[in-house]
């Protein structure tokens, strides 16, 4: 099967694809329709790209590689956020910017992992266990965090 074919056959209307990822063409992993949505297709985008990466010691540098970009792209967004978080008086922003640095020192940390060539631990191993920490990463601040502020966005919106 294609991709083309297996992302058409994975979408489903209820925001989730068939293997349980998020669809992000559905109305319901909306902010904004504009730049923080944007900014979690691409961190989507990097992480997707990290794990379809083979664990094997040659692709250390494209991962490190993709990690490094999401690390700019995060600190881009985490910023982005909060300034549009501090434009509308959003009462959890202090709570969501502690989460943001904390996300920040997490993904500091996989990276120092990936990057460590002297472990105890096989690359295939680490990076196995970077695949499953930035999924987790990623959704589980989106859903918990980010998706609650879509109602606090829509109250702001440009009519």
């Known amino acids: 099967m294609t991709m083309d074919a297996h992302r058409e056959d994975t979408h489903r209307s209820d ?19 504009g730049g923080l949505d944007a900014d979690h297709r691409m961190q989507h985008e990097l992480i997707r790209r990290f794990v379809a990466l083979p664990g094997e010691e040659a692709e250390r540098k494209p991962a490190l590689a993709l990690l490094n970009e999401l690390r700019r792209v995060s600190v881009r967004h985490f910023l982005r ?23 920040a020192t997490l993904l500091d940390d996989i990276i ?48």
């Open 112 to 159: 120092g992992q990936v990057d460590a060539e002297e472990s105890a631990f096989e690359y295939s191993y680490v990076k196995a266990k970077a695949d499953e920490l930035l999924q987790f990463w990623f959704f589980d601040h989106f859903v918990k965090a980010d998706l609650p502020m879509k109602s606090h966005l829509a109250k702001f919106a440009v009519r």
């Open 81 to 103: 956020e909060e300034r549009v978080q501090a434009s509308m008086r959003y009462p959890h922003l202090e709570e969501h910017r502690a989460q943001h640095r904390r996300l």
């Open 15 to 33: 925001g989730r694809g068939g293997d349980g990822r998020s669809d992000w063409r559905s109305a319901r992993m909306v902010l904004d329709n």
